[in-house]
């Protein structure tokens, strides 16, 4: 995955706000409501470089008449738009004049609400400028001068040749002066591009958005970037789809106080612009690992994956480790953390009876039984309640889970059905977590075994922007590209065969999992076609079935969960289809008056019984890929 040079052109580093073009527009309406009133007069002043390059005025027939109040404020009467011209035929005029450029507004959301609304009305499609706020860019850089931010105050405050007096042009004229007022504010603060002057209006901090010049010519594309202090040590890396929007989110957007000590700290900034996003997160994932940033949270610690273990003694048991070993009958891993790998003991232990102490029995079974015994949560094997040969079929069945999950599965699956028949919903919950982490656990560890055994893996995936090759070697990124659509296996060979590829350092450690998880989650995607492979890529079939049901099924119901979550807490409404309408809605206005706590595990309940009504027999997700042997 070597670096590239790439040379990026000039307009790719933003619009000089000298050479934008920015049309800014004023209405007047019979009311507030876009949906229902209309509008009356439409106002716009075409201007770049300081300098008019046009002006449009003219009434709209709003097609009923205008309330009383709306004319003792504007003056505008049903007399004066008798003969003006319908809506339908202003908008093809006013869409004419506004072209491509930016569109500026004093409180915009108001006027951008009314001319959406007219553009839909008219069959105009639909209307999306790159819009300029200067109500909300003067809260910006005037918050501490004025008393507020109306536009009759900015524009006294800076001294427009034009006041604002309730009309449409006269507005718009007026709005022009403020909106060249603030961009000579903004220009202090080093706002010199159409993307400054935007970012400058979610900035939260001058100090942060002043050293905005660190990342001003970072590229338009996905790649890994990295914050550097005074000596040059690395504080923070990540990555991103667009380099550049996102590198300027951290000067003055981000509220959180850690990304404003990362700003204060960060004497440069520099990036890798990658030919795919997999390339970017895997370079990320490795460079937190090379040099564990102290701003960075996330992956700083591959040590952290554990294994589940079958200890090999007597009487063996379930236990958590770092690493396999000589003491371990079979060992299923590495899981990401040990709250997973409990997770998945926790599913073992109540699908099979194996003692859950930790002292090592003698095979005399001459130990005192514990407490577990009296509340029938353990055989005993300790005193001999339950004898050597009934506990070692135990613990074949326990090795058989792992080369077929279909017993476990089904076990877990009944014990979680007859809770929810029973009531139970919160222990059918656990049970069913459960469930869902043991799915998981064995699906990820025949994924990454069978791709652990490959030498290597081409695959390519069309998508709106080309075609994106992926190379794997034993399970690890070696090298991306992107080629045009449509590009034959041929030409991805071609592109292969003069690729600078890393090469194979042997079978995978603890330290790759995270790194072979985000290739495996890139496989699974569907659309992708296997070019060429070098030797076999198989999976084990047995309890294919039951795993891919199971996981597919965890996907669905974590999806529905998170959006529950989501609506419940007011982060995002989520439009949901007709036919569940009718079963959410009483649910819901039951919820009303509860808290958040209690409707969240309300809608768990209702999710867990969905699922639990849901079940049938359990089918096979076909494969994104075609594996080929």
């Not at 004898?387 to 017993?407: C, I, K």
Request: charged content about 30%; proline content about 5%; overall charge positive.
């Amino acid at each position: 995955m070597a670096a590239t040079a790439t040379q990026f052109g000039f307009e790719e580093l933003g619009t000089a706000l000298f050479d934008t073009t920015f049309v800014v527009l004023d209405l007047e309406t019979t009311g507030l409501q876009p949906g229902h009133d209309r509008i009356t007069e439409v106002g716009a002043v075409k201007v770049r470089g300081g300098e008019v390059l046009g002006e449009l005025r003219t009434f709209v027939h709003p097609q009923r008449p205008i309330p009383p109040a709306i004319t003792a404020v504007t003056g505008i009467t049903d007399a004066m738009v008798r003969d003006a011209p319908p809506i339908g035929s202003v908008v093809p005029i006013l869409r004419e004049f506004l072209g491509s450029a930016v569109f500026v507004a004093h409180n915009a959301t108001f006027d951008l609400s009314f001319l959406r609304a007219a553009w839909e009305a008219t069959g105009h499609g639909t209307f999306d400028p790159v819009v300029v706020d200067t109500a909300r860019l003067g809260r910006r850089l005037l918050r501490d001068e004025v008393r507020n931010c109306r536009l009759d105050t900015l524009a006294r405050h800076l001294r427009a040749r034009t006041l604002p007096e309730h009309r449409a042009l006269t507005d718009a004229r007026a709005t022009v002066d403020v909106l060249h007022g603030l961009i000579e504010r903004a220009g202090a603060l080093g706002a010199t591009t159409l993307e400054d002057l935007r970012d400058l209006c979610r900035s939260t901090s001058d100090k942060a958005f002043r050293r905005i010049d660190l990342v001003r010519e970072a590229p338009a594309t996905c790649g890994v970037y990295r914050f550097l202090d005074a000596r040059s040590e690395v504080l923070y890396v990540g990555k991103a789809t667009d380099l550049r929007s996102r590198l300027r989110t951290y000067f003055g957007q981000d509220r959180r106080r850690r990304m404003a000590d990362l700003v204060r700290e960060t004497e440069r900034v520099t990036w890798t612009p990658t030919a795919t996003l997999l390339e970017a997160e895997v370079r990320e994932l490795r460079e937190i690992h090379a040099h564990r940033p102290r701003y960075n949270r996330r992956s700083t610690r591959p040590e952290a994956a554990v294994h589940v273990a079958l200890t090999r003694e007597a009487f063996p048991r379930l236990s958590v480790v770092r690493t396999p070993g000589p003491s371990h009958l079979r060992t299923l891993g590495p899981l990401p953390s040990r709250a997973a790998a409990q997770q998945l003991v926790d599913a073992l232990h109540d699908a099979f009876p194996l003692r859950t102490c930790s002292p090592r029995l003698r095979r005399a079974q001459d130990h005192p039984a514990c407490v577990l015994k009296e509340l029938g949560r353990c055989g005993a094997p300790c005193d001999g309640t339950q004898s050597a040969d009934d506990y070692a079929r135990v613990v074949a069945a326990v090795e058989t889970a792992w080369e077929d999950p279909t017993d476990l599965l089904g076990r877990l699956r009944a014990r979680m059905l007859r809770f929810g028949r029973d009531g139970r919903f919160e222990r059918a919950g656990e049970v069913r977590a459960r469930l869902h982490a043991a799915a998981r656990a064995v699906h990820t560890a025949r994924a990454r075994a069978a791709l652990a055994t490959v030498d290597e893996l081409v695959v390519a995936r069309e998508d709106r922007d080309g075609c994106e090759v992926v190379v794997v070697r034993r399970g690890r990124l070696a090298g991306t590209g992107r080629l045009s659509r449509r590009s034959s296996d041929a030409e991805v060979l071609a592109w292969h065969a003069q690729a600078a590829l890393e090469p194979c350092a042997g079978p995978p450690g603890r330290d790759d999992a995270e790194e072979m998880a985000l290739v495996l989650a890139w496989l699974d995607r569907a659309g992708g076609r296997v070019v060429a492979v070098t030797g076999d890529w198989v999976l084990p079939t047995a309890g294919g079935a039951a795993l891919s049901s199971a996981v597919e099924e965890a996907r669905r119901l974590g999806r529905q969960l998170r959006r529950d979550r989501q609506v419940l807490s007011g982060a995002k409404v989520v439009r949901r289809a007709d036919h569940r309408a009718a079963h959410t809605e009483a649910p819901a206005r039951a919820a009303e008056g509860t808290s958040p706590a209690v409707r969240r595990q309300a809608s768990e309940n209702q999710r867990l019984q969905a699922s639990v009504g849901s079940v049938g027999t359990p089918g096979s997700r076909p494969s994104q890929l075609t594996r080929t042997r």
